[in-house]
């Protein structure tokens, strides 16, 4: 005890001696809720009180003190809890960095003793299991730290990566949806849902989707990919609904493609196949005419051929390309296709004449030479034939590969609307 508060003590006790010598008189005292009553002096009774208002005051601050201590010790013991944690976690991330797994999991697991609810190191168990293909033990993990903290968007995130891994699509939505819920902005998780929507082909949620992603996106080059996706998905959204016989659908998503991108090429010929759906030849190849004096593509001169030639009219076809050769004489492409067009007529002499214009050292294709072997063979010259067969498989031809990605060069023997190698549409072309 401080000097100072004995000598308050003193000179209270000496004002109460004071005031005893002054004041002898007695009161009574009645305690509460009894009957009973006492009889004492007034300086008692002051002092009486003072010492039970003292007792008071040193339980208060008693019990004050040891909590102050209570939690101070358990304050310094989470902190050497923490302390142990960190240097375990620590210990483990730089095992993990150093491909030791099982010197990780010992780390984890002796965190997980320390605190079980530790999430973190839920989810770095969860990454080593997944790493390892351990994928079953990896969602378990992940689940752990998703009940111990529900809204844990990392905990989700893994967990829809697990579910994505093993095929389970409808799972992994659920578990997406759980984030968007959560947060509705969370452009991670609208971008894997659209990878999920795109893979089971439901267009017309992806749709929606997609104006979404494309409002969140900031990166200007990012926005532009997305809205390149959104023009995709929407002829997709197209192609269902044509190969559904939803006639109607179908043509309204095209033409409204063409009105995102009027360079968007498998638009124009998904449209003209709407129109051949509808028995309207006549405007289909109408509107494929039309449609080459704006884009120039060959894809759409090999659509036209198939339609004239079923038509029956040759001569039309004809015309189309010799006017389209007329504003492109250097294009050997065109004169290749014409060359061919003739063949398939069996016009010959007209056909070998095309073809031999073609300087075939600056236009290296296995194909014209496969044609012109084929054309000297009617004429019975065999040996040009022959030498032109061999010059065909000295280029080793693999026959029936025309269209080619603009892209990643992926070949394929049928047209598509979408590359089948790099997933990119409009890239595929007629490689004549």
């Given at each position: 005890?401080?000097?100072?508060?004995?000598?308050?003590?003193?000179?209270?006790?000496a004002?109460?001696?004071?005031?005893?010598?002054?004041?002898?008189?007695?009161?009574?005292?009645?305690?509460?809720?009894?009957?009973d009553?006492?009889?004492?002096?007034?300086?008692?009774?002051?002092?009486?009180?003072?010492?039970?208002?003292a007792?008071?005051v040193?339980?208060?601050?008693?019990?004050?003190?040891?909590?102050?201590v209570?939690?101070?010790?358990?304050?310094q013991?989470?902190?050497?809890?923490?302390a142990r944690?960190?240097?375990y976690?620590?210990?483990?991330?730089?095992?993990?960095?150093?491909?030791?797994?099982?010197?990780?999991?010992?780390?984890?697991?002796?965190?997980?003793?320390?605190d079980?609810?530790?999430?973190?190191?839920?989810l770095r168990?969860?990454?080593?299991?997944?790493?390892?293909?351990?994928?079953e033990?990896?969602?378990?993990?992940?689940?752990?730290?998703?009940?111990?903290?529900?809204?844990?968007?990392?905990?989700?995130?893994?967990?829809?990566?697990?579910?994505?891994?093993?095929?389970?699509?409808?799972?992994?939505?659920?578990?997406?949806?759980e984030?968007?819920?959560i947060?509705?902005d969370?452009l991670?998780?609208?971008?894997?849902k659209?990878?999920?929507?795109e893979?089971?082909?439901?267009?017309?949620?992806?749709?929606?989707?997609?104006?979404?992603?494309?409002?969140?996106?900031q990166?200007?080059r990012?926005?532009?990919?997305?809205?390149?996706?959104?023009?995709?998905?929407n002829?997709?959204?197209?192609?269902a609904?044509?190969?559904?016989?939803?006639?109607?659908?179908?043509?309204?998503?095209?033409?409204?493609?063409?009105?995102m991108?009027?360079?968007?090429?498998?638009?124009?010929?998904?449209?003209?196949e709407?129109?051949?759906?509808?028995?309207?030849?006549e405007?289909?190849?109408?509107?494929?005419?039309?449609?080459y004096?704006?884009?120039?593509?060959?894809?759409?001169?090999?659509?036209l051929?198939?339609?004239?030639?079923?038509?029956?009219?040759?001569?039309?076809?004809?015309r189309?390309?010799q006017?389209?050769?007329?504003?492109?004489?250097?294009?050997?492409?065109?004169?290749?296709?014409?060359?061919?067009?003739?063949?398939?007529?069996?016009?010959?002499?007209?056909a070998i004449?095309?073809?031999?214009?073609?300087?075939?050292?600056?236009?290296?294709?296995?194909?014209?030479?496969?044609?012109?072997?084929?054309?000297y063979?009617?004429?019975?010259?065999?040996?040009r034939?022959?030498?032109?067969?061999?010059?065909?498989?000295?280029?080793?031809?693999?026959?029936?590969?025309?269209f080619?990605?603009g892209?990643?060069?992926?070949t394929?023997?049928?047209?598509?609307g979408r590359?089948?190698?790099?997933?990119?549409?409009?890239?595929?072309?007629?490689?004549?």
């Amino acid at each position: 005890m401080g000097k100072i508060s004995i000598l308050i003590i003193l000179i209270f006790l000496a004002a109460l001696g004071l005031f005893a010598i002054e004041n002898t008189d007695v009161v009574s005292v009645k305690i509460p809720l009894s009957h009973d009553v006492y009889e004492t002096s007034k300086i008692a009774l002051i002092l009486l009180s003072s010492v039970l208002g003292a007792f008071f005051v040193l339980v208060y601050f008693f019990v004050r003190d040891t909590k102050r201590v209570i939690d101070t010790m358990q304050y310094q013991k989470r902190q050497k809890k923490e302390a142990r944690i960190q240097d375990y976690y620590a210990r483990a991330l730089k095992a993990m960095l150093g491909n030791r797994d099982e010197e990780a999991r010992e780390a984890l697991n002796a965190i997980l003793k320390e605190d079980p609810e530790y999430i973190d190191a839920l989810l770095r168990l969860g990454d080593l299991a997944f790493r390892n293909e351990e994928y079953e033990s990896a969602l378990g993990y992940y689940r752990n730290a998703r009940d111990i903290s529900p809204k844990n968007i990392l905990a989700l995130l893994a967990m829809d990566g697990v579910l994505e891994k093993t095929g389970k699509d409808e799972s992994a939505l659920r578990v997406i949806d759980e984030i968007i819920d959560i947060d509705a902005d969370n452009l991670t998780a609208l971008c894997r849902k659209q990878a999920l929507l795109e893979k089971e082909g439901r267009w017309d949620e992806l749709l929606l989707l997609q104006k979404n992603i494309i409002k969140l996106v900031q990166n200007d080059r990012e926005k532009k990919k997305e809205e390149n996706k959104h023009i995709g998905f929407n002829y997709e959204y197209g192609r269902a609904s044509l190969e559904s016989g939803d006639i109607e659908k179908a043509e309204k998503a095209f033409r409204n493609v063409i009105k995102m991108d009027a360079g968007f090429l498998p638009a124009y010929l998904a449209l003209a196949e709407v129109m051949v759906a509808k028995r309207e030849n006549e405007e289909a190849i109408n509107f494929l005419e039309k449609s080459y004096d704006t884009l120039h593509s060959n894809v759409i001169l090999a659509r036209l051929e198939d339609l004239l030639i079923a038509e029956d009219e040759p001569g039309r076809l004809l015309r189309i390309y010799q006017n389209a050769i007329s504003k492109a004489p250097r294009d050997k492409g065109l004169r290749f296709m014409l060359g061919k067009l003739y063949a398939r007529l069996v016009m010959v002499d007209d056909a070998i004449e095309t073809l031999e214009a073609i300087d075939a050292g600056s236009y290296p294709n296995p194909e014209l030479h496969a044609i012109k072997a084929e054309l000297y063979s009617k004429r019975n010259q065999t040996g040009r034939a022959i030498d032109e067969l061999r010059m065909a498989s000295d280029m080793m031809r693999s026959k029936g590969i025309i269209f080619k990605c603009g892209t990643c060069g992926y070949t394929s023997p049928d047209w598509s609307g979408r590359c089948p190698g790099c997933r990119a549409w409009n890239v595929l072309a007629l490689d004549v």
